[in-house]
């Protein structure tokens, strides 16, 4: 069982929105900053969003992130078919003294 | 252009040791706080080991406190991962991660665990 909690799955149809949660606690996404992969199958991740909402070069900005409290969530706006793909949170754990993720959510694109 | 180069990925035996590399170029190296993170398949993403960077400061899931030991060789702009007594569960896809304003990840090495 993840340390962080999302949910295994999410959908929407293209040039929708779609909105990824990610549930922590006071010792992890309460206190540090959180960061988003996408995962297509076979590859390595690929990082999005990073210290909360900054996006790399190159991150289209329908890719955005946010966090309050002890939540952080991932909104993509204007889905299009590539990014069907496994989208992980990540970020350090106080009380554990490392790295944590979530357990991933699948994407579909309908 | 960032490139994180893993490598000594293969097969070893239940119980046998392995030591993966990672060759780091378009980086301040020595400024970079690293990580290995592991995928066994068709798993999610695990973290496994972190180390500061001047490499004073180590930290290790606890599955694998013990067996395992990360290093780095700043003049050699390269990160290690000796891994002892390596279990089934040790079987993933490990990935070396350079992290400071960002972070940046390479493509991974295998490691395959069987008799």
């Known amino acids: 069982q993840s340390v962080l909690t999302q949910p295994p799955s999410a959908s929407g149809t293209p040039g929708q929105g779609v909105t990824i949660s990610c549930s922590g606690s006071s010792s992890s996404i309460g206190s540090n900053y959180v960061y988003w992969f996408q995962q297509f199958p076979g590859t390595a991740p690929k990082l999005i969003i990073y210290r909360n909402n900054w996006r790399p070069s190159g991150v289209p900005d329908r890719f955005s992130g946010s966090k309050s409290g002890t939540s952080a969530s991932l909104a993509i706006s204007e889905l299009r078919s590539e990014d069907e793909a496994v989208y992980y949170c990540a970020t350090w754990d106080d009380s554990l003294s490392g790295r944590v993720f979530g357990g991933g959510t699948k994407l579909t694109v309908l | 252009e960032v490139q994180l180069v893993e490598s000594g990925g293969g097969l070893v035996q239940p119980g046998g040791s392995l030591t993966l590399s990672c060759a780091a170029s378009g980086i301040t190296f020595g400024t970079h706080y690293m990580s290995w993170v592991r995928q066994a398949p068709g798993k999610g993403l695990e973290w496994v080991a972190d180390?500061?960077?001047?490499?004073?400061?180590?930290y290790y899931v606890d599955s694998v406190k013990g067996r395992f030991l990360i290093s780095r060789d700043n003049a050699e702009n390269s990160l290690y991962l000796q891994m002892n007594d390596v279990t089934g569960d040790d079987a993933a896809v490990y990935y070396c991660?350079?992290?400071?304003?960002?972070?940046?990840w390479g493509q991974g090495t295998q490691v395959t665990v069987s008799s």
């Open positions: 991660v350079a992290s400071s304003w960002t972070e940046y």
């Open positions: 180390i500061n960077q001047d490499g004073s400061d180590t």
